[in-house]
């Protein structure tokens, strides 16, 4: 039987790396594509090769997809990884921030999707997972701009399924709660504004408050397993909530009056803070 590949965008850390780990466990063949190919730190399996590829310069997308094609013979499933938060006071953001967090996480997601889909339309057959977030479906304080991608990819995702279903082409958006990687720091980027105080003690509260949730939450190995279970899934079933915390808010965010939902939100995130 011909082993099954998957390519990988963002592979080199956290849900990207612990999902090639898994899969390559599981003995598929695994595509892990990165900015800089030369972190592949423990990713040496047999049955992994690391591919150089940014999701905002669509050469490298065409040319990483082609290659691991030819690699391996085939892509069954792409996993749309690569991403990370620009957090903060929105008024703080800088243009260029605005635009990257918008290009990583919402644009390279069209990159890669677009590149893929003549060797999925050919084949008749493929899929294609997208690791959004709660925070897709939820917001909280300070996550403004991250929550605008999010939301973004997630209303792309369930229109294109629609689209993509009639060709044998499978969309799955995974949904994590708190995940603990270094989305809470190293790739975190932070607005900042020093001609701007008037925030200062509200955004302290809010940012230590998430960076906890960050700390204490599990780590991406349970992502991982969900990608594995969304990849192996005959369904054509669009979302896959990840951790207790993740279906707990979006159960609560379904069943209760949006004006309690928000003073939960408040509660939890805004603890501490003083008016």
Same mark, same amino acid.
């Given at each position: 039987?011909?082993?099954?590949?998957?390519?990988?965008?963002?592979?080199?850390?956290?849900?990207?790396?612990?999902?090639?780990?898994?899969?390559?466990?599981?003995?598929?063949?695994?595509?892990?594509?990165?900015?800089?190919?030369? %972190?592949?730190?423990?990713?040496?399996? +047999?049955?992994?090769? &690391?591919?150089?590829?940014?999701?905002?310069?669509?050469?490298?997308?065409?040319?990483?997809?082609?290659?691991?094609?030819? /690699?391996?013979?085939?892509?069954?499933?792409? $996993?749309?990884?690569?991403?990370?938060?620009?957090?903060?006071?929105?008024?703080?953001?800088?243009?260029? =921030?605005? =635009?990257?967090?918008?290009?990583?996480?919402?644009?390279?997601?069209?990159?890669?999707?677009?590149?893929?889909?003549?060797?999925?339309?050919?084949?008749?057959?493929?899929?294609?997972?997208?690791?959004?977030?709660?925070?897709?479906?939820?917001?909280? +304080?300070?996550?403004? $701009?991250?929550?605008?991608?999010?939301?973004?990819?997630?209303?792309?995702?369930?229109?294109?399924?629609?689209?993509?279903? #009639?060709?044998?082409?499978?969309?799955?958006? *995974?949904? +994590?709660?708190? *995940?603990?990687?270094?989305?809470?720091?190293?790739?975190? /980027?932070?607005?900042? /504004?020093?001609?701007?105080?008037?925030?200062?003690?509200?955004?302290?509260? &809010?940012?230590?408050?998430?960076?906890?949730?960050? %700390?204490?939450?599990?780590?991406?190995?349970?992502?991982?397993?969900?990608?594995? %279970?969304?990849?192996?899934?005959?369904?054509?079933?669009?979302?896959? #909530?990840?951790?207790?915390?993740?279906?707990?808010? @979006?159960?609560?965010?379904?069943?209760?009056? @949006?004006?309690?939902?928000?003073? *939960?939100?408040?509660?939890?995130?805004?603890?501490?803070?003083?008016?």
């Amino acid at each position: 039987m011909t082993k099954k590949t998957v390519l990988i965008t963002g592979a080199s850390s956290g849900i990207g790396k612990a999902t090639a780990l898994y899969f390559a466990e599981k003995g598929w063949n695994v595509a892990a594509t990165m900015r800089n190919p030369e %972190k592949t730190e423990g990713l040496n399996a +047999p049955n992994i090769r &690391c591919y150089m590829l940014d999701v905002t310069d669509i050469t490298s997308i065409k040319n990483t997809i082609a290659l691991a094609i030819k /690699d391996f013979g085939n892509i069954d499933v792409i $996993v749309n990884n690569a991403g990370y938060g620009a957090v903060g006071i929105f008024e703080k953001a800088k243009d260029e =921030q605005l =635009q990257k967090q918008f290009d990583v996480n919402v644009f390279g997601v069209f990159n890669v999707i677009r590149e893929i889909l003549p060797h999925f339309r050919a084949k008749k057959s493929g899929t294609i997972i997208n690791v959004t977030s709660v925070g897709g479906r939820i917001t909280f +304080p300070i996550y403004s $701009v991250y929550h605008a991608t999010k939301w973004a990819v997630e209303g792309f995702a369930e229109s294109l399924h629609f689209e993509l279903k #009639p060709l044998g082409i499978k969309v799955k958006n *995974i949904e +994590p709660g708190a *995940i603990k990687t270094d989305f809470y720091s190293r790739s975190q /980027d932070l607005f900042r /504004d020093e001609r701007i105080k008037d925030y200062d003690d509200y955004e302290k509260i &809010c940012l230590t408050n998430t960076q906890k949730a960050g %700390k204490n939450a599990p780590g991406p190995l349970k992502v991982a397993k969900e990608i594995w %279970k969304a990849a192996n899934s005959s369904s054509f079933r669009l979302r896959y #909530p990840v951790g207790i915390d993740a279906k707990s808010v @979006l159960l609560l965010r379904k069943t209760l009056p @949006l004006s309690w939902f928000f003073g *939960i939100v408040r509660m939890i995130v805004e603890k501490g803070y003083k008016k």
